[in-house]
Each structure stands twice: as structure tokens, then as C-alpha cells.
């Protein structure tokens, strides 16, 4: 996933217009999350709010601001939210967002993974050894998909999901062997999404009699490194 320590804004239009400001783009997925899981359990209060783009939010009636004070909704991340009503009057200013480089986390789609501290380093999958290394000179565009089947593929991904990894061959990523390397798995493996934030990490000990540009990945949750979609 992509790394989101800094503050994330969106528009919310049509008639009334919002700057919505979030702690960061973690916040931002989940708050969306909640509003499209209240709508799916049948509370239709805010059925109108559509998600264009990462910064971009559709809404009718005129009521997106009430979300974060609704506990049938995202009363929990009031918090880390907050929503601020545009100026429509006098030639209907507009203040300008910073564009943000962001990867959207949808499911189903294809993402290489890079890592935050090393940026020309990826992930790539081996297939002569069936493993995931860290390159400098090659990478794999690998497909993660939520887990739970009733999340419908273009669901956007957030932190607590946990997700299945696939090679573009379709083969699953999954942890074999006692040295929890990321290698092929005869059946789908689950991890939690917010794994990409510290539970892989490059292996130097295993590395030492391989290729020098193929480092073994490995699961070590918590004391591991950052790494993002992209």
C-alpha cells in the first residue's frame, strides 16, 4: 500500500460544494468504506454519495458532512475528518488542493511492489525458484484481491482487509518454510493488508549465496519494512 503519514484532502460537489480534510489517506478510504457498508446493510441515508476518484466525491442530497456524525455511519473517525462548506458566492472561488500521488488501492487491480526506503527496489517473482525476491532490475506487476468474497472486485482496499497476492500467471503468494519466505502457495494465503506497512523484509542472511540482485523476501510481522503499490 502506499505509505499515507501526511493530511488528505477531496472535493464533494455538486451543489454544495466541500473541502473534505483527512488525518491521512488511510482515514480517507475508510471513511468511504463505512459509508458504501451503511448503504449495503440498507440504511440509505447516504445512498447518494459516489467516489469518482480519489479526491473527488459526488453526493445528493447535501448532506455528506453529516456522515462522521451519524453512528450507524463514521461516527468513530469524526475525529479525523472534517468537511469545509466552499465559497459559492461572489464568482464562486474555489480553493486549489494540492495533488497528491497517490496509487488507488482497488481491488482486483495489478500493483508493482516497491519498497518506501529503497525506491528502485521491487518486488519480483521467480518463477524458476517459485519465490518473491527484492530486484533493482526487475519487478512483477502482482494482482491483490480482498479476501472476503462478498467485497466485489473495483472495492476499494483498506487497512484491516486481508487480501490474496497472485503472479500475473495467476500462481498464489503465500509463506513456506520455517524462514517465512514469500515463495508460490498451493492454495490462496491471506495476509492482512496493512502487512505492506512492516511485516516484509529483505532477508541479507539468505541472500548471501544468491544472485546479488535477487534478495529473498520475508515475512517478520511488525519488525519489517515499509513497502507501497504502485
Known sequence: MSTSTGVFYAYAKPEARYLITFVNRDVADTWYRAVTDSVARGYSRFAGIRRTSLQWYTHDPRNIHETVNDSQVALALRGQVFFTLLHDRDGRVLSTIPVLNY???ISGNGFYIRSVSQPDTYWFYNASERTVVASRHRRTRFTITIADQARALGTIIIRSDDVYITTPSGASVGVS??????????????????????????????????????????????????????
Open 103 to 105: 496509487t488507488d488501492h
Open 177 to 230: 518454510n520455517n524462514l517465512d519466505q514469500l515463495s508460490r502457495s498451493a492454495n490462496p494465503f491471506p495476509f492482512r493488508f496493512s502487512a505492506f506497512l512492516g511485516d516484509f523484509q529483505i532477508d541479507e542472511a539468505l541472500s548471501e549465496s544468491l544472485d546479488a540482485d535477487l534478495k529473498p523476501i520475508v515475512r517478520n510481522p511488525r519488525k519489517g519494512e515499509a513497502w507501497e503499490l504502485v
